[in-house]
C-alpha cells in the first residue's frame, strides 16, 4: 500500500468569529500531486498555510505520516523541516548569500554537516541554472531566479511534502515557465509529494493528479485531474474553467 502522508479530518478554521474553511477532508499519499484551485477568497491559501502550521485552526485533525499533529508552535517547528513551502514573496533572508539562505536551516535547526550540505546545494543550484549566482545576493536576481533558489532552500531541508502557494503569481510572464518546469520535474523525476496552489490552469492540468475545487471555504468537489479538466463534477467548477479561459 502506498504511504499516506498527509490526512485531513474535518477541518474547521475561523477568522475571528467568521468561519474560512468548512469541514475539510482529504488526504495525499506519497508520490501524489494536488492542486487546490477556486475563485479568488475560496479559502486556498489559507487550507495550506493551515498544513504548515501557519494558520492555527480551531477543529478538525491533520495527519502527517500516520500520526496526529499536536498543533502547538513547537511541534509545528520541528515538522517544518520536513514540510517545505515556498510562498509568491520568496522570504529570502536579503542579507545573505545566495548559498548561505541555502545553507542556514539545514545547518542551524538540523545541524548538518556544512561541507556536506554545501555540496548539495550546489548540485541543486546546478540544476535549476543558478550555479553561477551562489555568491550573489538576492537584490541582484530577478523574480524568477529568487523564486527558483526559494525552492532550492526548500529542498535542501530533504523535505517528505512540498506546499507552493502562487509561487508564480508575483513573476513576469517570461519567469514562470521555468520556475513551473522545475515543480514539473520534482514531480516527474524525484516524485515529490506536493500541494499547489496555482492560478496557472494548463500548469495544473499537466500535473494534477487530484484536484481540489474550493467555493467559500469548501471542497466543492475533488476530482482526478485529467477528469477535473475535461469533465468537471459541478456546474461550479465549469463556470470557474471557463472564466480562466482554459
Ligand atoms: N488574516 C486574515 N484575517 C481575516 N480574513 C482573512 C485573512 N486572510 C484571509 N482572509 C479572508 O479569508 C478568505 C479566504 O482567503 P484566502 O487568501 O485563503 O483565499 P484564496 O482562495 O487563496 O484567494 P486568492 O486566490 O485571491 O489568493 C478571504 O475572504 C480573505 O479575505
Partial sequence: MTEEILKVEHLNKFYGDWQVLHDINFDLKKGEVVT????????????????????????????FKGKKIDPTPKEW?????????VFQSYDLFPNLTVLDNILLAPTKVQGRNRADVKKEAMELLDRVDLADQANSYPRQLSGGQKQRIAIVRALAMHPELMLFDEVTASLDPEMVRGVLEIIKELSDRDHMTMIIVTHEMNFAAQIA????????????????????????????????LSSMEF
Fill in 36 to 63: 487546490l484551485l477556486g475563485p479568488s477568497g475560496s479559502g486556498k491559501s489559507t487550507l495550506i498555510r493551515t498544513l504548515n502550521g501557519l494558520e492555527p485552526f480551531r477543529k478538525g485533525s491533520i495527519y
Fill in 77 to 85: 517547528q520541528k515538522l517544518r523541516q520536513e514540510i517545505g513551502m
Fill in 209 to 240: 493528479d487530484r484536484v481540489l475545487f474550493l467555493e467559500n471555504g469548501r471542497i466543492l468537489e475533488e476530482t482526478p485531474g485529467k477528469q477535473f479538466f475535461e469533465h468537471p463534477q459541478t456546474a461550479r467548477a465549469a463556470e470557474f
